[in-house]
């Protein structure tokens, strides 16, 4: 009996987690080799080359990096107080294809980041003025 609920409930996971693999699209080529250098000038000299971390966090399979919002807005805004400086000079172009190689390196599979999304979260931030 028991045993039985458990094999429902991972048959009932396996559903959930193809439905949401589903809606996941992958980047192009092109925006991961655009990510990746990017990542290179910006980024890897914290989080490590192969996102593995180093005075930063690594990103390699660290959970934050499912949510595009909360890359996205630490690229923006970075965390001052904890050593990330913003990197919101760099173009909502490079941003989304650093996030979405982020995103979609060293077993991370989260699928794409879009320019729209970015210019959208980028005007989200700009609306509800400095944080702290
Ligand atoms: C000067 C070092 C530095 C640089 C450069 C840097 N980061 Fe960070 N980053 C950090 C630190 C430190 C944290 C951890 C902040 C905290 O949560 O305490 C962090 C946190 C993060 C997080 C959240 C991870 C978590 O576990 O909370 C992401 C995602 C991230 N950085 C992505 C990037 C990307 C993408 C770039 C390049 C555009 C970048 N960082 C550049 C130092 C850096």
Redo the contacts with the bound molecule.
């Keep these: 009996m028991r045993k039985a609920v458990i094999i429902g409930g991972a048959a009932g996971l396996a559903l959930l987690s193809s439905a949401v693999v589903a809606q996941v699209t992958a980047p192009t080529a092109e925006v991961m080799t655009a990510g990746q250098r990017g990542?290179a000038q910006?980024?890897a000299?914290?989080?490590g080359a192969e996102g593995g971390g180093g005075?930063?966090?690594s990103?390699a399979g660290?959970p934050?990096?499912a949510s595009s919002l909360g890359?996205v807005q630490?690229?923006i805004q970075g965390?001052l107080n904890?050593?990330?400086?913003p990197?919101g000079h760099l173009s909502d172009d490079l941003i989304a294809a650093?996030a979405s190689y982020?995103r979609n390196s060293w077993g991370n599979a989260h699928g794409e980041v879009t320019v729209a999304t970015v210019a959208s979260i980028r005007a989200d931030i700009a609306a509800a003025g400095p944080g702290e």
């Design positions: 990542f910006n980024c000299v914290c989080h005075a930063g966090p990103l660290n934050v990096t890359v630490i690229i965390y904890h050593g990330m400086p990197f650093i982020v």
